[in-house]
Every structure is written in structure tokens, then in C-alpha cells.
């Protein structure tokens, strides 16, 4: 029997101000954070002992988030229900020593991460956002969101044949940002500039991680605004959507019969081998600590963790009206046509038929429509953080996520309705 749903169209404009407000993964999950606090959720730090008290927590580490909520009167060996995202997007990132330059150039020095369509980076108005680590200790969010950089493409008369052969780019020499004019290129302008920027004091900045990011915010667009055009939805979307199912569960309270859990992790997009990617033991550690804190023992953990599953919600691929032969022929998901289930027989995801059943039932409770996707046999599909999820932690694992196109480009392409219809499905599914 399905309920109402709890989210509209104004879960798709509030995603769209968080991918506008989340440049990085460090910002990503401080907004993740703020949102689960305003839900009655606390932080608790990971070198505190913690108490088995009931209610929402959350740790933070890096770019990553794991939060959870326990029922009043939960047993040690209650199981878990997981939403699984990533926090990361691929794109361009400055290297340790970023000044650079040339030919009365002033440029940045960058390194390419994850796998980006390069192209979608050229020609565009582009800011700079980073995490700076203080010589104090501390650390300090900065975003400067407004045109700083731009990777300027080669005039056509200067490269002939590139409308039929195709754009060649060559990583290292024509991916660097210019980002103003002069000779004399020094050491420490860029870290200089955004000292002056955060308003902190000359030689205050000792560390940072800095990345760029178009500048142009989300839009609907569409003759009926029926679409939504935005950066790093791959997998903001999902960390959006993951965030406010986990909230709307907490508010069930003590009916809840599984503790429901966000794992929002950092460096999918280079393999998550990190101590914030889900290739790390962040998730283990947090779901073992909270079963001890409630009293319980290594026995109580594995019943625990045996009952559990996780939905790993990532984007996927739509059908493209311009390429449909690039799809497998009997499975062309599309957009607005709800969430999709990810199956691959190689566990390049962790579907399976168990799993199936878990994501028809929250669909069906949640009143909305599924899809599946499959890859064409002959193009090799690429993974997500499932699969290393069920092999590390032993949890059933289902993938899952919303259809787009223009996946990895600066500015990615999903349906409207897409966004809540998620939202409604994980929420049914943690709510158990």
C-alpha cells in the first residue's frame, strides 16, 4: 500500500541551492551536516567515547558523513539500513605549487581528478573553492564564487581539422587555467590572494586543497522547466536526497524498526581508497562503535551487520536521444521515469534478485515507479562504492540511483521530478 509522498517539486529547488553551495566535498558535507542538525541531529567526535543514547548523530571526516539515527528502546543487535552516496565529483584540482605562467600569461597549475569530460571544462567562467588548514590547527571553508579562471580553447584557425576529427587534449599542457596578466610569476600569489580573500593574516595558510568549479548556478530549463541543469549532481544528487530521507525517517522516532543510516563518502571517483572513501573502515567503525555503545558485543555486531542493507545511490545513465545505439537495446531508462535499479552480472554493481525485492518493496510503499539499467555488452560499465561496500562490511547491497546525461561533465542533465521521487523511495526504504 503506498503512502503520500513527502517531497515535491521544492526537494528539487532546495537541491539545486545545495549543489550551488557545495563546490567541494568539504562543503558538501557541512551542508549535509546543517541540514541533519536543524533535523535534531548532533555531531559527536570519533576520539570521544560515545554514549548508546537514542537520537540522530553524525560524524564528520574530511569530505565524508556518516550519521545515524537510534530509536528509543533499540537493541544492540538491531540492523541498519544504509544509504550509500559519495561526496566527490571529478574536476579540475591545483597542485602544490600552483603559480604559473607564460607568454604574459598568469596561470594555476592543475591536476585532473576522477574522470572528467575535459572538453565541458573549456571556455567556461570558473571559481575557486578549498578547504585552508591554518597554521593554528584549524581549518577554514572558502568559496570564491565568481569568474577567477578560465580554460581557453584554440581558435578553429588555429586547429583546422577539429570539428572533423575531433578535440585532442592534452592533460598537462592544455588544461591549465589563466587567471590574469603578467611576466613575473611568484611563488605564493594564488595562497596570497586567498589569504586576502578569507580575510586572514599574511602566511596564516600552511596547507589547503583547493578546487575549481564552474561558476554558472543550476537551472530548470525545458519549454515546461521539466529538466534541471546543474554541476556535480554526480553524486550530490544522492547526498541531497540520502540527507532528507534520513531526516524525514528520524522523525518516526521509536517506530522505526532498523536504525537508519547516511554514509556520504569521499574519492569514489579515483577508487575510494582513503581513509573517508568506502574502500576505508570510516562505515565499519561507526556502525561497530554504535553497537558497543548500546551495550552490545562482537556477536550482537554480526547479527547486526547480517540483517543490514545498504542502498548505493549513484547516478546512472539515461537514454540518450542522440546515441541510443550506446545502450543495451531492451533497457533505455529515462528520465522523470523514477529511480533506477543498476545490474551488472560481473558485481560491477552489487544487485542482485534479493536486492531487487528490498528496492520494489520501498518503490511500491514510496508510491513510485522504478527502471532498470544494464550496460550494452559491449561497452564495460564502471562501478560505484557497492560493491566495495557488501565485499568490506559483508552488508547486502543494492545499487541504485537517478538517470542524467552528460555524466562528468561540468554540468550535468537530470529530469525535474527524478530528484523527490528518489528522496520519497530512500526515505520509504530506511523507514523499513
Not at 541533519?36 to 559527536?44: C, D, M
Not at 588544461?175 to 605564493?188: A, C, I, K, N
Not at 525545458?222 to 532528507?244: F, I, K, Q, Y
Request: hydrophobic fraction near 40%; include cysteine.
Amino acid at each position: 500500500m503506498s503512502e503520500p509522498p513527502r517531497f515535491d517539486r521544492g526537494h528539487t529547488d532546495d537541491l539545486m541551492s545545495f549543489l550551488a553551495a557545495s563546490p567541494t566535498p568539504y562543503h558538501a558535507v557541512a551542508n549535509a551536516a546543517e541540514r541533519l542538525e536543524k533535523a535534531g541531529f548532533r555531531q559527536v567526535a570519533e576520539t570521544d567515547a560515545w554514549d548508546g543514547t537514542a537520537g540522530g548523530k553524525y560524524v564528520l571526516r574530511g569530505g565524508a558523513i556518516i550519521a545515524w539515527y537510534v530509536p528509543e528502546g533499540a537493541a544492540a543487535h538491531t540492523p541498519f539500513r544504509i544509504v550509500g552516496a559519495h561526496t566527490d565529483s571529478p574536476n579540475l584540482r591545483v597542485k602544490p605549487r600552483p603559480d604559473s605562467g607564460a607568454h604574459g600569461w598568469r596561470q594555476v597549475a592543475v591536476e585532473i581528478y576522477g574522470g572528467p569530460l575535459l572538453n565541458s571544462w573549456l571556455d567556461r567562467d570558473l571559481g575557486l573553492a578549498r578547504r585552508l588548514s591554518l597554521r593554528d590547527g584549524t581549518t577554514r571553508l572558502v568559496d570564491v564564487d565568481r569568474p577567477l579562471l578560465r580554460v581557453p580553447q584554440l581558435a578553429i584557425h588555429l586547429d583546422r581539422a577539429v570539428n572533423s576529427d575531433g578535440l585532442k587534449l592534452d592533460k598537462q599542457r592544455h588544461m591549465q587555467p589563466v587567471w590574469g596578466l603578467g611576466e613575473d610569476v611568484r611563488d605564493g600569489d594564488l595562497i596570497a590572494f586567498l589569504e586576502e580573500t578569507a580575510g586572514l593574516a599574511e602566511g596564516s595558510v600552511t596547507g589547503w586543497d583547493l578546487m575549481v568549479h564552474p561558476v554558472e548556478p543550476p537551472a530548470y530549463l525545458g519549454r515546461d522547466r521539466e529538466l534541471v541543469a546543474g554541476p556535480r549532481m554526480d553524486n550530490l544528487l544522492s547526498v541531497h536526497a540520502g540527507t532528507a530521507a534520513l531526516a524525514a525517517a528520524a522523525a518516526r522516532g521509536p517506530e522505526l524498526p532498523y536504525i537508519p543510516v547516511l554514509a556520504a563518502f569521499d574519492h569514489e571517483e579515483n577508487g575510494s581508497q582513503s581513509d573517508t572513501g568506502a574502500d576505508g573502515p570510516l562505515l565499519g567503525s561507526v556502525l561497530e562503535r554504535s553497537v558497543l555503545a548500546r551495550g552490545g558485543t562482537y556477536e550482537d555486531r554480526a547479527r547486526a551487520f547480517a540483517a543490514t542493507v545498504c542502498l548505493s545511490s549513484d547516478t546512472g545513465h539515461a537514454v540518450h536521444p542522440n546515441y541510443a545505439e550506446r545502450h543495451d537495446p531492451t533497457h533505455h531508462p529515462r528520465v522523470d521515469g523514477g529511480p533506477i535499479l543498476k545490474v551488472n552480472v560481473n558485481n560491477r554493481y552489487a544487485t542482485d534478485g534479493s536486492g531487487r525485492a528490498v528496492f520494489a518493496a520501498a518503490c511500491e510503499k514510496a508510491g513510485v515507479p522504478f527502471q532498470t539499467f544494464v550496460s550494452n555488452n559491449a561497452m564495460p560499465c564502471g562501478t560505484t562504492i557497492g560493491p566495495i561496500t557488501a565485499a568490506r562490511h559483508g552488508i547486502r547491497t543494492v545499487d541504485i540511483g537517478v538517470a542524467i546525461l552528460s555524466m562528468h561533465s561540468v554540468r550535468e542533465l537530470c529530469g525535474a521530478k527524478d530528484p523527490f521521487l528518489l528522496a520519497n523511495a530512500l526515505t520509504a526504504f530506511l523507514e523499513g
